[in-house]
Every structure is written in structure tokens, then in C-alpha cells.
């Protein structure tokens, strides 16, 4: 038995008992809501948005490979997350995992990395939402003027912030919003939108894809990689990873099933059985809408807000049925993935007040649907002014890097407790440790590398911020300094 593996024990033994917990939040989900809660937070923008503008920018019809290159990422990190999860079934995801592992100080930093990361991811999905649900309104006649259908800040050619002359993106704000009241009023209601979401998309996305595949043109599929342009990440093999790192953030849907743990009814054997099968089904999603997006319209012209509509139009009259139901499907199948971006931040938050490392409002339960209010109506409140305020890329690109930080966190937890608490009860192990989990790590780190580099300098700026929020507010509260 490894150094410290006494103490260890009796730290996931209290973190298990306190998922067992029956007082607090109701335990209503099973291993079918599960995966419907993590296919409904995977399947939004990435598919119905960032795939084409990936395309577009750095991979070409290669984006089906960024997406399997990402997805093997993913897989190394869903198996530690199923480890962990079946280890320690409470709400907070990789935060409580790094609490347990590698101290309160980086469980801090995860913790605030996910803010980043759902926060950002909600905003996202809903700026492509907005773009979706636009159209839709175009289409009927009903035209939302673009200074109130799109951020008022961009980034120029050379990538530095300006301003749009638009006012705020009012249906991106208003969405994130409705969903918002959705969560408060509680997780079975929520479940049960979600679930009719998720079918109505995936649904959608299997017409386009097996409808769409007679129309292909083979020869937009060449040159499969386009070669380089002589900078970084535009386009050749350089692209093709910078096209992994940037969709990344539409892998993160798996990880929200490992933050339903205390309204899980048995989290133990459903966590990680339910992790790894939503991030196939996603997975095999992905790169089937890749290869039909980009055989039906040549690459760059899907830099756009709705691209499945663009390769819809590229394929010919016979498609014209598909787009109505395209731009419904998105509409209200992208409201899950917002649904879920919330309901999985306001959870951390949860986590993260009752270690007392935030205000303890933030723990508190409502009196009638024993939901975080709180949390979520914050968390809700600060996704909507991004989404009215900031452009697609800038928010991906967040999204991104704050997540790979925290999978390759959660892989380094899976080899401490291997090493300190090789004895501890899991009811799912990370086969192939420790290669399986190191891989994940140098995978994670690997594709951070490979994003641009002002989006270094805006993780740093958010991660000094929450070390401010650490030194003058949770060091001076939390459990571990009482």
C-alpha cells in the first residue's frame, strides 16, 4: 500500500458518504438519462457550428480527422473520469477529484477552469444557437435586425479585439436565460427537456447525414488536407491539429455526467458506463456530420453561423426539405447543450461552497425544488451577457484550453490515487494504467499547445484572477483552514 494511503482511504471513504447523502439534492437519474445528459451536452455547436468554421479556418475535409484525433483525447480522459467517478459519486466533477487527489490549492484551479470552461461553453452554443434561430425566423418572414442578432466585439485579421457596431446578440441573451428558469424549477423537469431535446437533434443529425451521403461530391473532398499555408495551424498536418484543439470544448458533455452524481440513483455501477457511451455516440455523430458537410459544400465556404444549412444548399434542391427541419433541430437541440452547460456549473459551484471556498449562498438548497438557485441563476446571468457581448471563435478558443487543463488534471489524479490508494474500492478501472492515463495528459497538453497564443494569455488573466478570489476570499474560509 502506497505513502499515505491510510489517509487517502478515510478522504474518498468521507467523500463517498457524502454522496450518499439523501438530505440534500433528489436522486432521480438513471444510466438512460445519463447518457441523454451527456450525448445533450456533446452534441450542440460542435456540430452544428464549429465544424464547419474549423473546416473553413484550419483543417478542410481533414476536420473528420481533428475530430477522431480529439475524440482519442477525450477516450483517455473518459476512462479516468470513470475511475474517478465510480470512486468518488458526488457533484463536482474533476474538482472534487482534484480535492481528493492533489490538495485544496489545484482543486482551486480546476474548479475555476471549469467556470471557464461551462460558463463559456453555454455562451458559445448559444451564439450558435442565435445564428440558427435567426434564420429560422428569416426564413418565415421576421427579420432580427443584425445589430441585435450579433456580438458588438470580433477580432480583426490580426486577431486583436474591435468592435462590430452591433448593440448585443438579444436571442443568444434570451436563451441562455429560459434555460436558466428551466434548471431552477428543478433536475427531474430539466431531464425530461432534455431528453425530448436530444431526440429531436440526433434525429435530425441521422436525416442529414443519411440523406446528405447520396448527395456528396467526392471532389470536395480534394485535396483531404490541404496543404499549409505557411503559418501554423492553417491548414496541413499543423491544421489538422489546430482543428483538435479548437473543437475540443464539443467533446465536453461527457464530463457533465460525472457532475449528476448526487442525483444519480446508483452513480457507482451508472457514472462510468454512462460516460464512456455518450462520448462514442458522439464521437461517431461527429465525424459522419464532418464527412457529409464537406463532401456536400467545398470547405471554405462553411465559415459561417449555420453550416449544415450552407452544405444543404450546396447539395441541390432535392436537400431543400432538410432545412426546415435542420433549423428546428438545431433550435431546440442546442437549447440542451446550454441546459447542461448550467446545470453543470452551478453544480460546481455547489461543490466548491460547501468546501466553503466560495459564499456559502452558493450551497444553499431551494426550499421547494432543492435545486442550487443561487448558483444557477449566477451562473446563468454571467453566460448570457457573454453570449450577447462576444463572438463565436474567442468563446470556443476559452472553452478549449480551459478544458484540456482540466482533463489533464483528472489524469494525473487517476496515477496519484493508483500510487497513494492502490487498495481503495473502484467500481471502474482506467484499463492500461498508468499509459492509458498519461497518454490522456500528453494528449491534453499537446493540443493546449497547439491553440493560438492569445488564448494562453486570456487563460492566464482568468487563472490570476481566481487565484486573487483564492488568496483574499477561500484560503481565508475554506474546510481545510478551519
Not at 341 to 352: A, L
Not at 394 to 422: D, K, N, Q, W
Request: glycine letters at 10%.
Amino acid at each position: 500500500m502506497g505513502i499515505w494511503s491510510r489517509k487517502d482511504l478515510a478522504q474518498l471513504a468521507s467523500v463517498a458518504e457524502e454522496g450518499g447523502d439523501k438530505a440534500s439534492m433528489r436522486r432521480v437519474l438513471g444510466r438512460f438519462d445519463l447518457i441523454l445528459i451527456g450525448v445533450g451536452s456533446t452534441i450542440g455547436a460542435g456540430i452544428f457550428v464549429i465544424t464547419g468554421t474549423a473546416a473553413a479556418q484550419y483543417a478542410g475535409p481533414a476536420i473528420m480527422l481533428s475530430f477522431i484525433v480529439a475524440g482519442l483525447a477525450c477516450l483517455s480522459t473518459a476512462f479516468c473520469y470513470a475511475e474517478l467517478a465510480s470512486m468518488m459519486p458526488v457533484a463536482g466533477s474533476s474538482y472534487t477529484y482534484a480535492y481528493a487527489t492533489l490538495g485544496e490549492l489545484v482543486a482551486w484551479t480546476i474548479g475555476w477552469c471549469l467556470v471557464l470552461e461551462y460558463m463559456v461553453a453555454g455562451s458559445t452554443v448559444a451564439v450558435g444557437w442565435s445564428g440558427y434561430f435567426t434564420s429560422a425566423m428569416t426564413s418565415m418572414g421576421l427579420v432580427i435586425p443584425s445589430e441585435w442578432s450579433s456580438a458588438p466585439l470580433g477580432l480583426d485579421a490580426a486577431r486583436h479585439l474591435t468592435t462590430t457596431g452591433a448593440i448585443i446578440n438579444l436571442p443568444a441573451v434570451g436563451i441562455v436565460l429560459a434555460m436558466t428558469w428551466l434548471l431552477v424549477i428543478g433536475i427531474r423537469e430539466s431531464a425530461v427537456a432534455n431528453a425530448l431535446f436530444v431526440i429531436l437533434k440526433v434525429g435530425v443529425i441521422l436525416a442529414v447525414i443519411f440523406v446528405g451521403a447520396f448527395y456528396v461530391q467526392p471532389g470536395n473532398w480534394h485535396p483531404f488536407i490541404p496543404p499549409n499555408t505557411g503559418h501554423s495551424g492553417e491548414f496541413g498536418m499543423s491544421g489538422i491539429l489546430r482543428g483538435a484543439g479548437v473543437i475540443f470544448f464539443a467533446y465536453i458533455g461527457f464530463e457533465t455526467v460525472s457532475t449528476c452524481a448526487q442525483e444519480t440513483r446508483n452513480p457507482q455501477r451508472d457514472l462510468g458506463f454512462s460516460i464512456l457511451m455518450s462520448l462514442l455516440i458522439c464521437t461517431a455523430l461527429y465525424v459522419a456530420m464532418a464527412a457529409v458537410m464537406t463532401g456536400l459544400a467545398h470547405y471554405t465556404v462553411l465559415n459561417v453561423a449555420d453550416p449544415i444549412i450552407v452544405a444543404l444548399d450546396h447539395g441541390g434542391r432535392a436537400l431543400d426539405w432538410l432545412k426546415p427541419l435542420v433549423s428546428a433541430g438545431a433550435v431546440i437541440g442546442l437549447a440542451s447543450t446550454i441546459l447542461m452547460s448550467v446545470y453543470g456549473q452551478s453544480r460546481i459551484f455547489y461543490t466548491m461552497a460547501q468546501d466553503q471556498l466560495l459564499p456559502p449562498v452558493f450551497a444553499r438548497l431551494h426550499s421547494r425544488y432543492r435545486t442550487p438557485a443561487w448558483g444557477i441563476i449566477v451562473v446563468g446571468v454571467a453566460c448570457a451577457v457573454m453570449a450577447g457581448l462576444l463572438p463565436l471563435d474567442i468563446l470556443g478558443e476559452l472553452v478549449s484550453i480551459g478544458t484540456l487543463l482540466a482533463f489533464a488534471i483528472v489524469c494525473l489524479g487517476v496515477l496519484v490515487l493508483r500510487y497513494r490508494s492502490p487498495d481503495a474500492a473502484r467500481g471502474f478501472r482506467c484499463p492500461g494504467s498508468p499509459w492509458v492515463p498519461a497518454i490522456g495528459i500528453a494528449g491534453c497538453l499537446y493540443l493546449m499547445f497547439s491553440l493560438p497564443v492569445d488564448s494562453w494569455w486570456r487563460l492566464l488573466l482568468w487563472l490570476l484572477a481566481g487565484t486573487l478570489i483564492y488568496l483574499f476570499y477561500g484560503i481565508r474560509h475554506s474546510r481545510a483552514a478551519a
